[in-house]
């Protein structure tokens, strides 16, 4: 029955308001919890800072306290239950090891007396919390009900109701609080306490003194014209019965305290002190603020944001504005709520969308708070600007701030792309669906090309082993008949892209940044967002190589492989795309049921250039006779909305999306929406819109559940909840297979990115994920996880934690050898409470031989099928020369199919 009988695990600070030697300190440590009982030890603990941070007045006061958790294993549960007490009531005569040897009936008479040993207590938090501690408390893993405070160590059990034992003894170990109540047992026939004639107690909350002018908690008095006592007892043999002649939280003189009947006063009728489940009365709560106040920090309440600029807000679309928000942002360190409030403003023209005040208070482990009241400006049009004020107060200081406001609206942002095209021998193989890869790709950049927003620009390079400038940068212009969309759709329908020659990346890399610096250089138009989009399906085999020209590369890189991961120069895309703020994406082989994963990779791409988000990506069969509701969520966050339907024949689907209050909007709204487009072309078909969709219903058109309606052409929309459901597929079942992207413009912004430790079977892949709304890190209202699935088609969750603000991680071991497709979601709420959801595919490879050894000696075999290439593809015969072959009668495409079937393994022709 002592240390022998359990061990110290070890000290963690769980309440962290600043250094030890300025804070008030309390240290609590458990007895009888055995080591399989150390979860439920924490729980029981927490449970008691819970209800002590929640109570007056400890909410105003608790940034002043650090709470210090010492795990202290017991040999066996429980404390000591002597089988006879005093008070005449019974135990189980249990005498469990525990390490603090606590024992109920401590004193012999009172069952509920829960004791222990103190020096233990007392020695073990000096040696694990050397500073100054002001309250060591032991919490005893029992379910009897018990406690005790003999002014060194207070202790508690884990009955019903103990944590508020545990505020009870507390009052008793550090403020020297009497127990208010007029009894110790309450058992009939006590004798003894009948009348105090004592002299005046030293306690704060008990008194002799009825005399209004000296007695202690003079100055807490309700009335200065009442009489005292407040109440007396008539019959000073038995407890006083009589209701409370005032309101509960009246200070006097009541009779019956520090067990004694009669001629001992307390403050209040009722008090924590005399019987559990009460507040702390006033004079109490004072007596614990006069002892806490020393250990606040100062208080201080700093306005960051002198002024609010509102810079740059882009135009809307058919105009419709952008609204955005932006914070008056103070820091707050204090331990009371402090209440900000607009009292004149915003002049203007700005809003306040989310109401005019907001509270706040001192937090775990937070030393500064932030307040936000947020303001809110919509665009109109270019080149105008706006100006206003805004009066801050603070209700509880009375202290003023007047905040400046300014915003402007710009044109729309332009972002410039310059597409880099592989265009090698290899382009003509099966991508693995059936088609050539060079008709994949032809097929995702019109798709890319289409959806496009008109005024920006987009550049073509092609590469083999050399690299030639298709087009160059150049305004797509409107929709479908755009000058620059026709004349890119002839460059990447054309023979140019025929496939031929070896690979060189870093060729093509150049001539893309080349196409980009030039398009700046002229001026106008004047491009906000440079980027390029590399696609290849092999490795590098012909210098320039990526290793030599990425640190000449400004603009934002991002890259696709077509095909598996080890046939693709995957180190360095990945090098080059997550230096230059991009990413990397490996198509793997495709199959029927994939066909359209390249088109998804561009549109994914293209929301990375034009800073869209990405709502939803789901893949669906669309069966006759049935109608495909697919559910997704918008916020007040979003300004804009594009819904893209990706399928071989969009003319026989019917496309329509359903508002959150029911309105349907169709290809025919467009003669009644000046904010919306819509387009139909080859694979593709979409909706886009400024949002809310109808400014005159803008809280039914904007944030809510909207819905996707898809229909086999010929029948009507089904607009019922009942057919709600949308079925993956195969393209090879009855019915027309389609995927829908969701891209939204907004406020709200995830992004996620993919590290792996190396390519190596084994690696460790990373995935993090980061959440903001207007700038902002969305702090624990949202969760995000990733669907993996592996190499051989199975599929596992990653759990993705909030390490951050905001900030979400999880990792997961590529023990496979193949692609790894990762689709990274999150869903949480915004700060008006609205529903958002977002997503991203990122991909990751491991494969075998990723990590070559260099060559150590010896004598290198000669490659025939590079040699071979060089020759026909015009290093060593110049190109004219192969045109005379060609005529002479040397059939120099046989030889072509010759090398493709014996050079296979050789990626990059």
């Known amino acids: 029955m002592s240390t022998s009988d359990g061990y110290v695990l070890g000290t963690h600070k769980i309440v962290d308001h600043g250094p030890t030697s300025q804070r008030f300190n309390i240290v609590i440590m458990g007895d009888g919890y055995q080591a399989s009982e150390q979860e439920k030890y924490a729980t029981d603990v927490k449970a008691f800072i819970d209800l002590l941070r929640s109570t ?65 207590a007392i020695n073990l938090a000096i040696a694990q919390v050397p500073a100054a501690h002001e309250a060591v408390m032991v919490i005893v893993n029992t379910n009897e009900y018990g406690g005790s405070s003999d002014g060194r160590v207070a202790k508690f059990s884990t009955a019903p109701n103990s944590a508020e034992i545990a505020l009870h003894e507390m009052g008793h170990l550090v403020f020297g609080f009497a127990d208010e109540y007029d009894c110790r047992t309450c058992v009939a026939g006590e004798t003894g306490h009948d009348h105090y004639s004592g002299p005046e107690p030293p306690e704060p909350n008990v008194t002799i003194n009825t005399d209004r002018n000296t007695m202690k908690w003079r100055a807490s ?38 067990y004694f009947h009669c001629g001992c006063y307390r403050p209040s009728f009722n008090c924590r002190m005399r019987a559990l489940g ?5 004079v109490c709560q004072q007596a614990i603020r006069d002892a806490l106040h020393q250990f606040l920090p100062a208080e201080s309440l700093t306005l960051t944001t002198p002024s609010i600029a509102f810079d740059n807000v882009p135009e809307g679309l058919g105009g419709v504005g952008v609204t955005t928000y932006r914070a008056i942002v103070f820091e707050v360190v204090t331990c009371a709520t402090r209440t900000f409030r607009i009292t004149a403003g915003p002049t203007g023209g700005f809003g306040t969308p989310l109401g005019t005040s907001i509270s706040v208070s001192a937090n775990d482990n937070v030393p500064i708070e932030y307040a936000r009241l947020w303001l809110s400006y919509t665009s109109t049009t270019a080149g105008s600007t706006s100006h206003g004020t805004v009066t801050v107060q603070c209700d509880e200081t009375g202290q003023t701030w007047v905040v400046n406001i300014i915003a402007n609206t710009v044109a729309r942002p332009k972002s410039a792309v310059t597409f880099v095209l592989d265009h090698s021998g290899s382009m003509s193989e099966d991508a693995g669906d059936g088609a050539t890869k060079v008709g994949k790709l032809r097929e995702a950049a019109s798709i890319f090309i289409n959806a496009m927003l008109d005024g920006d620009g987009l550049g073509i390079v092609r590469f083999d082993d050399t690299a030639q400038l298709l087009m160059p940068v150049t305004n797509v212009g409107p929709p479908v008949l755009g000058g620059g969309r026709i004349a890119a759709t002839g460059h990447i329908s054309g023979p140019e892209l025929d496939p031929a020659g070896n690979t060189s990346i870093g060729a093509g890399v150049v001539a893309g940044k080349n196409a980009l610096d030039a398009a700046q250089a002229l001026g106008a138009p004047h491009y906000d967002v440079t980027a390029m989009l590399v696609l290849t399906d092999g490795e590098e085999n012909t210098a320039p190589f990526l290793s030599a020209v990425g640190s000449s590369i400004t603009a934002n890189t991002f890259a696709i492989g077509l095909g598996q991961p080890e046939n693709i120069s995957t180190a360095a895309l990945t090098t080059l795309t997550q230096g230059h ?83 349907l909007i169709s290809p025919a709204s467009v003669t009644v929406l000046t904010n919306l487009h819509y ?58 297979p389609y995927d829908v992207v969701i891209h939204t413009y907004s406020n709200l912004v995830f992004e996620a990115r993919a590290t792996q430790s190396s390519f190596d079977p084994g690696a460790t892949i990373s995935v993090v994920a980061t959440l903001s709304e ?34 979400f991680s999880g990792q997961f071991i590529g023990d496979v050898a193949g692609l790894y497709a990762m689709r990274v979601r999150a869903t949480g709420s915004t700060f008006t409470g609205n529903l ?10 491991v494969y075998l031989g990723a990590t070559r050894p260099p060559e150590t000696g010896g004598t290198q075999q000669f490659d025939w099928c590079a040699f071979l290439r060089c020759m026909i593809n015009g290093q060593l015969i110049d190109r004219a020369a192969v045109e005379r072959l060609r005529q002479s009668g040397v059939n120099l495409d046989v030889l072509a199919k010759c090398l493709e079937a014996h050079c296979s393994s050789k990626r990059g022709s």
């Open 581 to 663: 703020s991009g990413y990397l994406l490996i198509t793997g082989q495709l199959t029927p049921d994939q066909s359209a994963r390249l088109n998804k990779y561009f549109l994914q791409i293209l929301a990375g250039i034009t800073n869209a988000q990405i709502v939803l990506d789901p893949h669906g069969l669309l069966t006759p006779g049935a109608t495909h509701r697919i559910p997704f969520q918008m916020a007040e966050t979003d300004y804009g909305l594009d819904v893209f339907l990706l399928t071989q024949s969009p003319w026989l689907i019917e496309f329509a999306l359903e508002a959150p209050n029911g309105d």
């Open 56 to 120: 007056a007045p400890y909410t105003d006061l608790w940034c002043g306290i650090n709470v210090f958790r010492i795990d202290v294993v017991s040999t066996d549960s429980g404390a000591d239950d002597p089988g006879t007490c005093g008070d005449g009531s019974t135990g189980s005569g249990a005498t469990p090891r525990t390490y603090f040897d606590s024992t109920f009936c401590s004193d012999g008479d009172t069952r509920r007396l829960l004791s222990c040993n103190d020096d233990t």
């Open 278 to 282: 009460n507040p702390f009365c006033l």
């Open 679 to 736: 387009v139909q072309t080859a694979g593709l078909a979409y909706f886009r819109l400024s949002l809310p969709a109808e400014p005159a219903k803008a809280s039914g058109t904007r944030a809510g559940l909207w819905h996707v309606l898809l229909k086999i052409a010929g029948r009507k929309l089904d607009v019922s909840s009942h057919n709600a459901v949308y079925a993956s597929g195969s393209s090879n079942a009855q019915g027309l």
């Open 836 to 845: 958002f959801q977002r997503e991203q595919t990122l991909t990751a490879a």
């Open 774 to 807: 207007y700038d902002v890190p969305i702090d624990d209202r949202a969760h995000c996880w990733a669907e993996v699935t592996r190499p051989d088609g199975s599929m596992f969750t990653v759990t993705m934690s909030e390490t951050d603000p905001g900030r």
């Open 221 to 258: 008095l309700t009335s200065t014209t009442d009489a005292l006592p407040t109440t007396t007892n008539a019959d000073c043999t038995t407890q006083d019965t009589q209701a409370n002649p005032q309101s509960a939280t009246y200070v006097g003189a009541y009779d019956g305290a520090d």
